[in-house]
Every structure is written in structure tokens, then in C-alpha cells.
């Protein structure tokens, strides 16, 4: 899922940052940097902006998830931050399940300036789970089955997403 999340990403930024550049169906005799020898200017201006983009490691969080009594196995997360984009993936492993209904809560990397939403999937049922993203200056995001159900123990919750940090 993350593989496809950051193939259709990838295609839609270098377009977007193309365009931006003066180039694309508008203007498609645009100069960008010099090319190598064997490449074209388009593939020099690709590669440059990829380059930039992604010459920052994701870095780790620990997302902190709470749920009434409930225990953790494991919670990890990963994310990466472009300017005011950040993207991230959460990986949530409930131990058990106490008082715990259906609202997952856990930190974020840095501070939502928008409204937004994650999504993902527990992977030993296949259910789907969203997260909310409301209001700006917020550190956390809650989560819920998509089917309104309860969370349950042992379920092991994967997501990722993207939302415009502060």
C-alpha cells in the first residue's frame, strides 16, 4: 500500500513541480538544467527534483497510541517531512484490549495545520480504519474501524497518509 501511495505521489509532484518550473503541455520547449550526456532535459529536471525531495531520510516516531486500558504490543512510525507536506506510516499492534472501545488515539510527528485524514487497514482482519486529522494545532489523530466496530485484541493496524504540518 505505502509502495502505491508513493508511486502515484511521486508522478503527481514531478508533474506539479514540471509545471511549476514553466515546463509541461503549456510550454514544452522549457529549458531545465543541463541533462548528462545520454539523458534528456526533462530526465536531468526529474532526476534533480527527486533528488531534492527525497534526499532526506524518514525519520522515526513513536506514535504513543492510547485506548482506554488497552496495552500495546508495539507502535512505530515513520515519517518523512517536505516543507509544509509531511507523509507518514503508522504500525499498531494491540496487546489487550481492556477498557478500550473504538477510538484509537495517538501522537503525530509534528503539528496538523489543516484538517486531513489517514487511512489503513488491520491486517489480521482486512477491516479498514480511517483517521481524523481535525483542527489546526493538533499533535494527535483519532481512529476507528470503518465499519463502526470495536477494536479487539491482537489486531495489528497499519496506515499512512499525508497532511500539511505547521
Not at 7 to 22: D, F, N, Y
Request: aromatic share 8%; net charge neutral; charged share 5%.
Amino acid at each position: 500500500m505505502r509502495r502505491i501511495f508513493l508511486s502515484v505521489w511521486l508522478l503527481l509532484a514531478l508533474t506539479i513541480a514540471a509545471e511549476a518550473q514553466g515546463c509541461g503541455q503549456q510550454n514544452p520547449n522549457c529549458i531545465v538544467p543541463t541533462a548528462p550526456p545520454g539523458t534528456s532535459n526533462n530526465q536531468a529536471a526529474s532526476t534533480a527534483f527527486v533528488q531534492q525531495l527525497f534526499g532526506t531520510a524518514w525519520g522515526s516516531f513513536t506514535p504513543s497510541p492510547t485506548c482506554g486500558t488497552a496495552t500495546f504490543t508495539s507502535s512505530s512510525g515513520q515519517f518523512n517531512t517536505v516543507g509544509k507536506t509531511t507523509f507518514l506510516s503508522i504500525d499498531i499492534v494491540f496487546n489487550a484490549i481492556g477498557t478500550c472501545t473504538n477510538n484509537l488515539t495517538f501522537t503525530l510527528p509534528n503539528t496538523v495545520a489543516t484538517n486531513g485524514a489517514i487511512a489503513g487497514q488491520v491486517a489480521s482482519t482486512g477491516k479498514g480504519f480511517t483517521c481524523a486529522l481535525l483542527g489546526t494545532s493538533s499533535t494527535t489523530s483519532n481512529c476507528v474501524h470503518a465499519d463502526g466496530t470495536n477494536w479487539n485484541a491482537s489486531e495489528h493496524a497499519l496506515g499512512s497518509g499525508v497532511y500539511q504540518n505547521q
